[in-house]
């Protein structure tokens, strides 16, 4: 019987699915030899949240795939995996409304200081009716930028247009037809797109690329009333310098789902700014989405071992070879 390696707590129905169609080995990723022992006899992995380094798969020459429970793989060296001839599945699409949410809700809360505010009502500070110290700006008919308008940017782009008849101007390496079509999202340069924001809303991969994408010199290029929301990977942002556009007041504020340490240190200046409003990375963090992922995530992983997976694949070399 086939070996499956789990490094992360998976819904009753979804380990007795893969116990169907191998034996699974459940593991904590924190006991690291525990779990790099367990990966050196296996077949399959399923999990997420945690790095897997090429060091960690020395000598585990039985593993056929790995199945990640998230659309980001920047946890994976993907080349690595290809030469081990190891596929790498992930879970794109089932995940992107409730992401999308996320994003929505941090463009909000950002805006209109839901949080701070909600906060400053429970303290027992609302003793008068309200005044300009306690206004937000408005987030209807405004410009949204989104920096990768791919499944999620698309969500995110659908309830700007639709919902809050908001302007989307969007930066990719291709053009996304479809979203201009649909949504009148205009493909702009990254240069243009932080000069005219008000909402600029981060949904690239984390890759070499995109690593510290924004930076002291972008936050700089961005208006002093606009709002960054990054919900897609801490790292595209580079923090120190995001800290210190938010304290000298480059930017107005910020709506963080991600940061470049998880969990976010408690020493964080972040914690400590008004304009921030950070959430603990909750993208698709909803009973049914996480769920579905879980699921759609041990599917892949079976079919992968089948040799019969098509889609969610993100290194197709493997299976041509
Ligand atoms: P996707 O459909 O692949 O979209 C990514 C978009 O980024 C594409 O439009 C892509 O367009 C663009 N892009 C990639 N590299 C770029 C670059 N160097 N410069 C500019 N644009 C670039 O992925 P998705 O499903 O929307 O997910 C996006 C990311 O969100 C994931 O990778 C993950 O890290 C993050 N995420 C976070 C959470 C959370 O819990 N906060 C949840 C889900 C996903 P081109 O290829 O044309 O450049």
Known sequence: MKKIVAWKPLPEDVLAYLQQHAQVVQVDAAQHDTFVAALKDA??????SVKITPAMLEGATRLKALSTISVGFDQFDVADLTRRGIVLAHTPDVLTESTADTVFSLILASARRVVELADW??????????GPAQFGVDVQGKTLGIV??????????????????MKVLYTNRSANPQAEAAYGARRVG?????????????????????????????????KKSAILINASRGATVDEAALIEALQKGTIHGAGLDVFETEPLPADSPLLK??????LPHIGSA???????????????????LDGTLAVNVVNREVLAA
């Open 286 to 304: 909803t009973h049914e989405t996480r769920h579905a992922m879980a699921r759609n995530a041990a599917e892949n992983l079976v079919a992968a």
């Open 43 to 48: 077949d399959g992995g399923i999990g997420s």
């Open 148 to 165: 990768g308008l791919g499944r999620i940017g698309g969500a995110v782009a659908r309830r700007a247009a639709l919902g809050f008849n």
């Open 121 to 130: 009502v429970k303290a027992g500070h609302w003793q008068h009716s309200i």
């Open 273 to 278: 700014l008004a304009n921030v409003v950070a």
């Open 190 to 222: 990254l240069a243009e797109l932080l000069a005219t924001s008000d909402f600029v809303c981060l949904q690239v991969p984390l890759t070499a690329e995109t690593k510290h994408l924004i930076g002291a010199a972008e936050l700089k290029s961005m």
